[in-house]
């Protein structure tokens, strides 16, 4: 069961409709849409929103979907600037190699011992941002209230999304669905990741 709402301000659907999501993503999407009628009207919606704008220049986007392009590109400009006192968020366009130039001298905090080693970025009344260092598996949970993603920086993983498996490495970037069961299988001596969790209306 999912939240549709949330789902639907997600901004998925956009990105789907848009062609920006990779196999994987897509089908996923496109199962939810045979499921759920509302997020099917949603999503036609987006396409004939699309189809008018390309077909003339005097129709103007919906303005969720202009504010989502504005946010993102913003957000592109503010990770060419990157610094640990003011980083962007998280999203599919984050560049690993940014964010290991951002991260990898706090991981001198890591103590010899641990096998899993967390540094909170970011925590703000929207964003909580970590650095994950793990050489053991992150177990199964759930979040009704909290949009999670990730981005791999280091090393190769599982991601166990609901009966979904998810093969990640480098730079891969993952968006969790809400309401569903997840788990991380490390399958390197370790894995470095980011995890940024939003806060849902």
Aim: hydrophobic share 40%; proline share 4%; glycine share 4%.
């Amino acid at each position: 069961m999912i939240n549709e709402q949330s789902y639907i301000a997600s901004g998925i659907l956009t990105d789907y409709c848009l062609g920006l999501l990779n196999g994987a993503e897509s089908e996923r999407i496109e199962n939810d849409l045979r499921k759920y009628p509302s997020l099917r009207a949603e999503a036609d919606a987006i396409n004939e929103a699309l189809n008018a704008y390309s077909f003339s220049d005097q129709v103007k986007p919906a303005e969720r979907l202009e504010d989502q392009i504005w946010q993102t590109l913003e957000n592109l400009q503010q990770e060419e600037l990157m610094a640990i006192s003011n980083l962007p968020l998280l999203n599919k366009y984050s560049d690993k190699n940014n964010w290991l130039k951002i991260v990898k001298p706090l991981l001198a905090e890591k103590p010899a011992d641990k096998k899993i080693f967390i540094r909170v970025l970011r925590e703000d009344e929207e964003i909580f941002q970590s650095l994950i260092w793990t050489k053991v598996d992150y177990p199964d949970e759930v979040h009704d209230d909290l949009q999670e993603s990730f981005m791999i920086l280091e090393g190769e993983c599982e991601c166990y999304v609901g009966e979904q498996v998810i093969k990640m490495g480098p730079g891969d970037f993952f968006e969790i669905p809400m309401h569903l069961h997840h788990d991380i299988k490390v399958l390197t001596p370790h894995v470095l990741a980011v995890v940024q969790r939003r806060k849902v209306a």
